[in-house]
Nanobody, 126 residues
């Protein structure tokens, strides 16, 4: 599985961005993977943001993202999205998408993910 994240950029506090992660898969369908978004801010460890199960029926969010971020997927387009609203300075980070081969349930644990994208930078400015 190859993952390509995009959609990052510079945005002001309170603004919105939508990140996309396009997957290239072989041997299995994209819909068999659970997907997650993680982020890593400068000088900090990578942290979980949101995850979604194979069908999109089950999602989990880290507390700072709840109510502001929405993860979704379009299995026909092999793409997972992260809609980010009401962005804050502390949301500045490189955002990574990841794929979990088990796919059954979304997970916050990075070690459960088998494939990672290259990351897209989100910078929130005042």
């Amino acid at each position: 599985v190859q993952l390509q994240a995009s959609g990052g950029g510079l945005v002001q506090v309170g603004g919105s961005l939508r990140l996309s992660c396009a997957a290239s898969v072989s041997g299995r369908t994209f819909s068999s993977y659970a997907m997650g978004w993680f982020r890593q801010a400068p000088g900090k460890e990578r942290e979980f943001v949101a995850a979604i199960n194979w069908s999109g029926s089950n999602t989990v969010y880290k507390d700072p993202a709840k109510g502001r971020f929405t993860i979704s997927r379009d299995n026909a387009k092999n793409t997972v999205y992260l809609q980010m609203n009401s962005l804050k300075l502390e949301d500045t980070a490189v955002y990574y998408c990841a794929a979990d081969s088990l796919g059954v349930a979304p997970t916050q644990d990075s070690y459960e993910y088998d494939y990672w994208g290259q990351g897209t930078l989100v910078t929130v400015s005042s």
